[in-house]
């Protein structure tokens, strides 16, 4: 290494500039301080979603040289934990080095898009690396591979089943696979519907895959390793030293000189809290280059792995430690194997050690296992046990800080050991585990006897926690039930969580603190039947056999169905047609540009937010001093600077929630600005009352607006002389959006007339643009917003960008300078709120004769010191009709019937009036349903789950199918108006502007399909370029699903208008070309030119006469699903879920599926796992993958099929579709229907009242505290430690 360049150089992207072109960054161990803090990572231009590796959007693949085998190795990383000096050596390929649409697509990217697995894209390009990085390991890898790849990619758009078919194309079928026939009676359904397609892509005209013709690894870097370096590379930041020593005994020398400074290997856990929470360390240590970590040395009595082995080797090293040795040596091994199946992703498997020494979930497995820590320092090596001394944290069991750990050594287990390992999360994969745990049990030879026996547990306290008395006073016991009750008992005791314990749901926990127990028993007893003859115990009988079960991960299979067109429609006409996303294939390669894509532009400046920390207060001072002298800072912007209009000179002292927006900081970097914001000090005068839930709101009479009420017939008359009645409560959480894209704008201030180029990422550029002109007080046309793509918006967009956009507006006006304001994804959390929670009351009265049903709803809406709420995808529908839903459920559980039959019952049958007195026909929704219950074969298979729930008691399972009728648009005329401007020029190619914006619900590709049919053209003549209010003003809010039915509606208008323009020409020269006749019009001074306008639907309510017709149509639809609850555990698996939906005549049925798939994958979550955490001063929690858990592609269920209703029609909308955007969200109900109906099965079973509490999301704490049992009960009994005063409050509140 001869220059300052040489230690990067090193490094080889393979990015925007092609292969082996060689990243040039200043520094060297000469030149310190010539780097910037955010240079240290590697720090794309591309992607950055969660900035803590929990989402996958950042994935590249990293390629490297093992020393000792030689071979060339190939892993993804998610480069946002990826520390750039960490990649020497290295070759790192990002998606445009993979493939381009300038030079040639790789298949990779060519399948994503043309299977739909794109809709925002913002996640694409992290798919795409993650299925190049398999490819590039397994050309034809299996469906199981496939799966564990995608595992740590989020989407939250398309549901994944588009994704995962993609990936499929290049898979063998696996014979392992547990594939689902398709339905019985498919064959039937298809010739009933001889309409139906199910081909959405043709993989036939797919490039195949040539292995031979990927990029080679550079021949610089083969070089490199031949030869080497081992002398120690220095690489000098601006406030970080790494050094990467190349020998082991520098390495000590360097832990000695620096005992502070971490080591740092994948940086999975160091990263997180550097890059979000501040933590600096100003020297890292990296042992990368150290081989003595890498060592592997098997024994005849155990394995000794290297601490730097990643835990992929480690898995693979296990999975042949098992291949290689009987089955008693390796029980410690295969639990571990267990563990790392389940665990994180493979991005992390692949960058991380095997052993954190603090937390881990490998370490409870590791302890009871008796390994063993082998540490070295200057002064020597040691052994220490990793037993509960290390656990407990001992000081001489502890590493001390100049100590390294070489390796770990795991002994083989033996013959009469038994060991297990135990994990519940709160999804299936990529989540941290509420509560893991290790056992071991050895007996006396030939006996039951226990001889030894060891349990830890992680997620029960800071460190992992040993049950080492009770394992101590359980020696000499028998294995027998007497010995479980004693065991439960002892445990509870010992492993004490208090109620106020980090991380909440003590109760859950301590359940699972005996429940893994318990299955830990019978896994035991079954292995004793086998050893131990004539046998002493009664029979475990089958039915409790089923707790032993897990639940594997299974590759999802479906079918998609939609109505082909009529086979006279010309081929040119792609309305009706699966057309790939308008930029399926830029979003696949990298090249789609979102908003902070947008190159730095000339004097730009970076903007961070100042909020509370208080959730309601007044501010008593603010004190700038320290930060305005971090270097960089430019200036505060406070609301002293608005010169327009913003509230009350009250509101602006007072704060209402954490999180609330006080001021901002404008610096040359983000880093600097975020420096800034650390140094400010703000004092607050705290005030009351304090406001978090809505029964607080309640209490207080803490509204914001007064009651809503609709009614129909007296209310009071039906509860004179009824039969039964049923009340209850049921509680939604809210959820967040988690648009992969977060909130950013780039406010660009222009030299004339206050003009201002806003580029913003929104559903509603006009609102952006009106409340910046409020705000700076200029007129609105001086501002023109722009919006290219959004990254995702399900709402969140829709009101929040303008605030943003206003305050950078604000910092450019006053700094004279561009502003780029980038929300991180914990800001981004706390600050933009969500779907409102809301809390239900229902009292039904039951009458044997048929009368007609009277109603009355009423409801208000909350005022509470939580970040307000917003616009999220279905706006109140989803919540409200799932209290209808419970309620139904109610009723059917105390009429002693089956819920689908009180839903058949009580559906709408002829043509009939809502409640507000707008009359429609339910044809469709009974063709729907009646569909819905055919294609899943309902009947049948309730009996099945039945006949499965009589034969297993740890196993439920639970069916339901869901209705549902869903109101489609604005409950207001004006805002159903939309505008479009279509330019032909003279090459005769076509410019169409619209009002909508695209937010991957593929909008433009859907217009572009009506601009081609109306002007007869081929979509390649067509293009988009971006939403812009300077091209279409006054534009209202993409949203509530008819951005496609009123645009579409413009589009046509100005199509017909320009094609009317042309008739004449066309007429004179029929068999001339578009291009000539359009030649001919610009000859004849004819404009080619075109405004098109729809003046909109009706749309009205009248809240004081209750009645109107607020909605101009609805979508219909159905769904069945089935799943089995772990009732020990509350994990559930999806087994199989069939949706009908209502589409009329899809404009395009692939984008239409995927709304559909997507939603419902979407408000599955909202129901099952997305569960929003406050603490008891309303911090929220849970601000980021971590903590917020989304459905991955292991939630998608194991057979899900959608249909599009065939021969349905609407004359009210766009060529007879529907909008589709929103409805599929209600549908992922049915999951966690079918989740209370196991509930319900189980509580039946154990004598429990059936009419329990619902709340969603059926969280896996919910399912198991139902399922109340001997072990929930032991829970209740088994007192808590007692609160001390400094912890008065739970650690979570309930919102
Ligand atoms: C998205 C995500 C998901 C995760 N999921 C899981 C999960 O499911 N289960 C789980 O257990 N963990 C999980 N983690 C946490 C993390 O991956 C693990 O703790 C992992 O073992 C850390 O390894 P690392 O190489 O990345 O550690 P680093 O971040 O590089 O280092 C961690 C610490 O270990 C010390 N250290 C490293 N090597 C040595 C050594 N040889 N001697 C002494 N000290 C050393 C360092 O000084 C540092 O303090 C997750 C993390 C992320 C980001
Ligand atoms: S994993 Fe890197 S941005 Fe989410
Ligand atoms: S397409 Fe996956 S997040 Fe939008």
Known sequence: MKNSHSYLAAILLRAEWGLSVILHLKGSPSSPGTLNEQAIWLFFKKPYACGRGGCGACTVMVSKRDPTSQEIRHFSVTTCLVPICSLYGAAVTTVEGVGSMKTRLHPVQERIAKSHGTQCGFCTPGMVMSMYTLLRNHPQPSEEQLLEALGGNLCRCTGYRPILASGKTFCLVSRGLRGHPQSKNDGDRRSSLGTQESQL????????????????????????????????????????????????????????????????????SLGPAMRSKGCLHPILLSPARISELNVVSKTNDGLTIGAGCSLAQVKDILAERVSELPEEKTQTYRALLKHLKSLASQDLMTKAITLSPYYSDLNPILAV????????????????????????????????????????????SQKWEFVSAFRQAQCQQNALPDVNAGMRVLFKEGTDIIEDLSITYGGVGAATVSAHKSCQQL??????????????RRLLDEVSLPGWAPGGRVEFKRTLVVSFFFKFYLQVLQELKKLIKPRRYPEISDRFLSALEDFPGTV????????SVDSHQPLQDPVGRPVMHLSGLKHATGEAEFCDDIPMVDKEL??????????????????????????????????????GTNGTEDDKLLVLCVGQIIFAVVAETDVQAKRAIEKIKITYEELEPIIFTIKDAIKHNSFLCPEKKLEQGNIEEAFEKVDQIVEGEVHVGGQEHFYMETQRVLVIPKTEDKELDIYVSTQDPAHVQKTVSSTLNIPINRITCHVKRVGGGFGGKIGRPA???????????????????????????LITGGRHPLFGKYKVSIKEENTKEKMLFRGRACLTNLPSNTAFRGFGFPQGTLVTESCITAVAAKCGLPPEKVREKNMYRTVDKTIYKQAFNPESLIRCWNECLDASSFHNRRKQVEEFNKKNYWKKRGIAVIPMKFSVGFAATSYHQAAALVHIYTDGSVLVTHGGNELGQGIHTKMLQVASRELKIPMSHLHICETSTAMVPNTIATAASVGADINGKAVQNACQILLKRLEPIIKKNPEGTWEEWIEAAFEQRISLSATGYFRGYKAFMDWEKGEGDPFPYYVYGAACSEVEIDCLTGAHKKIRTDIVMDACCSLNPAIDIGQIEGAFIQGMGLYTTEEL????????????????????????????????????????????????GESGMFLGSSVFFAITDAVAAARKERDIAEDFTVKSPATPEWVRMACADRFTEMVYICPLPLEPPSHPTPWAIFK
Not at 227 to 255: A, C, M, Q, Y
Not at 556 to 563: K, L, T
Not at 1193 to 1215: A, G, H
Request: charged share 25%; net charge negative; aromatic share 6%.
């Open 803 to 829: 605030v943003f956009g206003a305050i950078a507006a604000v910092g450019a006006l006053k700094t004279g300078h561009p502003i780029r304001l980038v929300l991180d994804r914990e800001d981004d959390m």
């Open 606 to 643: 970076c903007m961070a937010l100042v909020t509370s920390t208080r959730a309601y207060a007044k501010i008593i001072s603010i004190d700038l001093s320290e930060a305005l002298e971090i270097p960089g800072v430019v200036d505060v912007i406070t609301a002293k600077d608005i010169p």
């Open 1173 to 1220: 955490k406050y603490s008891p001063e309303g911090v929220l929690y849970s601000r980021g993958p971590d903590e917020y858990k989304i459905p991955t592609i292991s939630d998608v269920p194991e057979e899900f099929n959608v249909s599009l209703l065939p021969s349905s029609q609407t004359p009210l909308t766009i060529y007879s579709s529907k909008g589709l």
């Open 475 to 488: 020696l000499g016991r028998q294995w027998d039930e007497l010995m479980l009750d004693e065991a439960c």
């Open 556 to 563: 999802p299979q479906g079918v998609q169905r939609y109505q």
């Open 369 to 412: 296992g008796n390994a063993t820590l082998n540490l070295t320092s200057e002064e020597g090596t040691r052994r220490i046990p990793l037993s509960e001394h290390f656990l407990a944290g001992l000081a001489s069991a502890d590493l001390k800080p100049e100590e390294i750990l070489e390796s770990v050594y795991i002994p083989h």
């Open 201 to 268: 892509f043709v993989k036939e005209e797919f490039q195949p895959l040539d292995p031979t013709q990927e990029l080679i690894f550079p021949p610089e870097l083969l070089r490199m390793t031949e030869n080497p370096e081992k002398r120690t590379l220095t690489f000098h930041g601006e406030r970080v030293t790494w050094i990467s020593p190349g020998t082991f005994k520098d390495l000590l020398e360097l832990k000695a000189k620096h005992p502070e400074a971490p080591l740092i290997l994948g940086n999975t």
